[in-house]
């Protein structure tokens, strides 16, 4: 299905471009993805995976991200301020962009959807079965956490000599691939070609190195979410790569043991990446628990 644009979305009124596959009477999932990614960082092959195990996929751009609306009048962020407690430049919250979703949702006329988020996608994805649990069939939170310090942190020093972004599509390139050849899986091998196709592609759509940020700040200014995660009856799966140094595990281990009856599936070899050899066996976990939601719902 070709990419598409809904407008005047959610309370905030912006525009969100998505795309749908597959079948529209088929269950339906929602994949959201992390900070500074874009709705291709969801690989085409991994949706139609999706698609060919009885679902239907929607994957979309979140705000200040691809061709969704960028926030530019925004403060600009001040990351340094923010780690120090001073969180004024934050634009707004998860639960603002968990409005926006909902936004989606009721422009595609969904009541509820079963929810797949990934990193901060994951974050947002908990979000909407918070506050709007009779939208959530279900949540699969990937690579993700609860906000709670101590859990799901970054290994900073490895990226300590990436540097920041760049400004030129080349250059940009180039740095994206570095920096996901170094959040990648460590037990499957890193496909730089796929990797530099999908950033020119991010670059082409709508790099926005401040948006980035401003995503950024939204998760710090959120907080933790554990004690409300406690309070959840949505049937829900947890994924984690065991390799993961830009959400260590146990930030799923957190997730999982705040969510009553959370199924916790953990991957060896797995960091923070989709790498193609573990589509297959994703695409199961995710398929064979939205059906058995879908039964149990009956």
Do not use: K
Not at 252 to 268: F, K, Q, Y
């Amino acid at each position: 299905m070709p990419e598409l644009t809904a407008r005047n979305v959610g309370p905030f009124g912006i525009e969100i471009a998505y795309e749908r596959f597959g079948d529209p009477e088929a269950p339906p999932v929602l994949l959201i993805m992390g900070a500074g990614a874009q709705m291709i960082n969801w690989p085409e092959e991994f949706c139609q995976m999706l698609v060919d195990r009885g679902l239907h996929v929607i994957r979309f751009d979140s705000r200040d991200a691809g061709r969704s609306t960028h926030f530019r009048d925004a403060p600009v962020p001040d990351l340094p301020a923010a780690l120090a407690g001073d969180l004024s430049t934050a634009s707004y919250t998860l639960s603002d962009l968990a409005a926006d979703t909902v936004g989606l949702l009721d422009a595609l006329g969904l009541t509820g959807v079963h929810l797949v988020g990934s990193s901060m996608g994951g974050m947002v994805a908990q979000m909407i079965a918070i506050e709007y649990p009779e939208r959530a069939r279900s949540l699969t939170s990937m690579m993700s956490t609860t906000g709670e310090r101590g859990v799901g942190e970054a290994d900073f020093s490895v990226f300590a000599e990436l540097g920041a972004p760049r400004q030129d599509r080349e250059a940009f390139v180039g740095w994206q691939v570095r920096a996901l050849r170094l959040a990648a899986s460590p037990g499957f091998a890193f496909d730089a070609t796929a990797a530099a196709e999908r950033a020119g592609r991010v670059f082409d759509r709508g790099y926005d190195a401040l948006g980035i940020q401003r995503q950024g700040l939204a998760v710090m200014a959120t907080g933790d979410r554990t004690e409300r995660l406690r309070s959840l009856r949505v049937p829900t799966l947890v994924v984690h790569g065991a390799d993961d140094i830009v959400c260590d595990v146990s930030g799923g281990r957190a997730t999982a043991a705040a969510v009553p009856d959370a199924d916790l599936v953990i991957l060896g070899g797995m960091g923070h990446s989709l790498p193609q050899e573990l589509w297959p066996e994703l695409a199961n976990h995710i398929s064979e628990f939205v059906h058995h939601v879908e039964r149990v719902r009956v």
